[in-house]
């Protein structure tokens, strides 16, 4: 389907989502929001598509937070409506996918952009990123899940600290806390990420997809229950059987 606020890529099972608003440093408005929705039910069911690539247009935003003017006249009925629907239609889809997502953080990630790009499996930043949560400073909290992803990663110390202050952090220091996995130039940026995508994608697509709902399950009390069964169903699927094939007659698996 045809895109206004987005562009899709698809090349070698790898897609790249890239939203193109450059105009407003790449803001997420209530289409790019659908549009990203929409792309990403598109990749669910591609069987070419194994992994997925999310950045910016540009070098200057990744996202630079959500579209404010959008927003700016709502009581907290519809406040809460377009948070609850954000969160349900986007960022818990993208953590939640049976592919992984890696975002390509170019720039700011601010707001709803950290929060788009913390949703993510993976995150690689530009050596120009700035990541952060400003919402305190207009009277606000993140509404996109922003208070319950960041403590996971970085710890409650770090993320009330990045909350409170609504200061924004370079990439290095995002890596330092473990908010992002690294840091490359910004010329760099894309094809570091497509690498990583590329060894990814010629993995097991069954046991990556178990892998990333174990995790996600990593902090509650079904983790460990769900990866012994996850690690069972695996060894009756073809998955299983290819890989240790290949193993034992010491060739690549082919998936």
Same mark, same amino acid.
């Given at each position: ?164 202050? =609504?200061?924004?952090? @370079?990439?290095?220091? #995002? $890596?330092? %806390?473990?908010? &992002? +996995? ?18 990814? =994608?010629?993995?097991? @697509?069954?046991?990556? #997809? $178990?892998? %990333?709902?174990? &995790? +996600? ?39």
């Amino acid at each position: 389907m045809g895109y206004e606020n987005i562009l899709l890529d698809k090349q070698n099972k790898i897609s790249v989502i890239t939203i193109n608003r450059p105009e407003s440093l790449n803001a997420l408005n209530a289409k790019t929001i659908s549009e990203l929705s929409s792309a990403l039910e598109e990749l669910t069911t591609d069987a070419e598509c194994r992994v997925i690539i999310l950045t910016g247009s540009g070098e200057k935003s990744f996202v630079a937070g959500a579209d404010i003017k959008e927003f700016s006249d709502f009581g907290q009925e519809k406040a809460e409506e377009l948070a609850r629907n954000g969160q349900n239609s986007l960022f818990n889809k993208i953590e939640n996918m049976t592919k992984p997502v890696i975002a390509a953080v170019n720039g700011f990630a601010l707001g709803g952009g950290l929060e788009l790009a913390m949703a993510c499996h993976i995150r690689y930043a530009s050596e120009n990123a700035k990541l952060g949560l400003p919402e305190v400073t207009l009277g606000l909290i993140p509404g996109y899940g922003g208070t319950q992803r960041l403590p996971k990663l970085v710890g409650k110390g770090i993320a009330n600290e990045m909350i409170f202050s =609504a200061k924004m952090i @370079p990439a290095q220091r #995002a $890596k330092e %806390i473990g908010l &992002v +996995n690294e840091v490359y130039p910004v010329e760099e940026l894309l094809t570091k990420t497509k690498e990583l995508a590329n060894i990814i =994608a010629h993995n097991s @697509p069954m046991a990556i #997809a $178990k892998a %990333i709902h174990a &995790v +996600n399950l990593s902090d509650t009390d079904k983790g460990f229950e769900t990866e012994i069964q996850y690690f069972g169903e695996l060894f009756d699927l073809d998955d299983k059987k290819e890989g240790v094939s290949a193993f034992l007659e010491k060739r690549k698996p082919n998936f």
